[in-house]
């Protein structure tokens, strides 16, 4: 198979093409594997150093919003997992602009391209804040999306654009909707990495609002193996969710972040709630269980001692993306 990914150099693209060009059985035997990434300040070439060698593996630096080497790319690819996005919440508060032109229109000049290509089949990876907030409960596939953040709006807008174009041209077609990742290379604007590389550095935490939000945690290797597996026998037009079935509030994550690096409650500074914050996020994957037999792996509280300690043996990897972020 030839496989076009987008964003591979992000944190869940590079896991995602790490993990399947280190696998050597049947499965993946033969597999080439393109990237094409615009290294923004969240793209790391260095992510796939493991893969750089690996006959299969071919990188591509360039932008999904422009047509011309989109075209280019995607000639000779059997299928697409696109993970370009910008994807960062606070910074779509910020300003919006970005997160419409690459997760809008980059998304919908892949989806063109694919087309004109016959690509087999196109995974296009998204989010469970494409429905907003939820009280009680866990979303199904069928939930309708009410998107409260520029980042989340812009999300569902690809993912609309993309089952829109499975009904209209015919493209194959998968969507995926995942709960929050957590594991290692994740760039250090996010809640578990921020956290951890602040207190490994002795500095205060900054906790939104009450600490009362929940969010659903998965790991990143089971993120990337459902996804592997909705490539692999997804049904086209279809959306799947992958959960990791942890629900935790943010103080909660907190305290086992604190545990984690040996520091007290005074290392949280408690900061104005995000605009916009929803309260609760719960993905239900009994779909994605039953029909592709997902089922997350890691244990949470082995899955964030791994994470922790990659932080704390890997300074080299982020302390130069801090400047950054
Ligand atoms: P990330 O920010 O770590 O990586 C995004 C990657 O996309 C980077 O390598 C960046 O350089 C690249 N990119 C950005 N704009 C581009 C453009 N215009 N052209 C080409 N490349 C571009 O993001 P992530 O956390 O790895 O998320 C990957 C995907 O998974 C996103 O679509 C995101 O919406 C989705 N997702 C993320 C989470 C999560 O918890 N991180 C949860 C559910 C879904």
Redesign the pocket.
Known sequence: MRLLV?????????EFVRSLLSITDSSTHGIQVTV?????Y???AANLDPVVDHPGYTFVH????DARLVDQVMAGHDAVV???????VDRSIAGAE?FV???VM?TQLLLDAAVRHRIGRFVH?????VYGSISTGSWTEDCPVEPNSP?AAS?AGSDLLALAYHRTYGLDVVVT??????GPY??PE?LIPLFVTNLLDSKKVPLYGTGHNVREWVHVSD?CHGIELALRSGRAGEIYHLGGGTELTNEELTQLLLKATDSSWDMVEQVPDRQGHDLRYSLNCDKAANELGYAPRVRFEEGLDETVSWYRDNRHWWMPLRGKA
Request: aromatic share 10%.
């Open positions: 987008t964003g591979g150099a992000g944190f869940i693209g590079s094409l990434d615009k290294l923004t969240a793209g790391v360039g932008d999904i919003c696109h993970f370009a996005a910008e994807s960062h970005p032109m690459t997760n980059g990876v998204s989010t469970d804040e980042y999300k909707r995942c709960s929050n990742n957590y994740q760039f996010k993120h």
